[in-house]
């Protein structure tokens, strides 16, 4: 197995060829396995909630590389400042920001916001940064079903719905557990969602 900090660049090309092309990719992040597309192509989202049966009022979360692109597709209240210097503790968090925009309507709630998460983990930041645009990061399962820890978890049927399947970390079998997901409010009030 590849160091786990190393990653074949013609694996991150393909992905990124196949995601311009409007497609949908199977890949590794700083959680579990993540159904991804560009966050700004509607029907490449809406074969991600086909793909996994999943109810379209079900809001997906976002990939960005850096908290620095956050203010291009949301408004960022003061608390979430605080609560990204968290994240550089290692525990992935999801914060759903309000005032959405500049992504696909479909991965949008109703009361405007977004899930959205800085990706801590180099394939999916390279993958992000390449594509230039915020990356769909929704659990690889069939809504409903519980989440793949690993690579080797995922069913089939995922795993043949879509267009590309990276290589990097197939083989890593570390259980790999979804991120902690925080909802803040423009008033700076926040609700733990999950953690």
């Known amino acids: ?49 086909e793909i996994k049966h999943r109810a379209d009022s079900k809001a997906m979360l976002v990939l960005l590389a850096s908290a620095d692109e956050l203010g291009r597709y949301v408004d960022v209240p003061d608390a979430a400042l605080s609560l990204l210097e968290a994240t550089d503790t290692g525990c992935p968090m999801t914060i759903i920001y309000p005032n959405a925009g500049g992504v696909a309507p479909e991965l ?48 089939q049927q995922i795993v043949e719905s879509v267009d590309y399947v990276c290589r990097y970390r197939r083989d890593d079998n570390t259980p790999k557990q979804p991120s902690a997901i925080i909802k803040i409010n423009l008033d700076n009030t926040f609700n733990i969602i999950r953690n």
């Open 1 to 49: 197995m590849k160091d786990s900090l190393t990653y074949d660049k013609t694996d991150l090309q393909e992905a990124l060829r196949v995601l311009r092309k409007g497609g949908v990719i199977l890949y590794p992040t700083d959680t579990v396995w993540g159904i991804g597309c560009d966050a700004t192509n509607s029907a490449a989202v809406r074969r991600i909630y």
């Open 108 to 155: 949008i709630a109703e009361d405007g916001s977004i899930g959205i998460r800085i990706s801590s983990e180099a394939f999916s930041q390279a993958l992000c940064r390449g594509l230039g645009k915020p990356l769909v990061s929704t659990s690889a399962n069939i809504s409903g079903e519980p989440s793949a820890p690993t690579f080797s978890r995922i069913s």
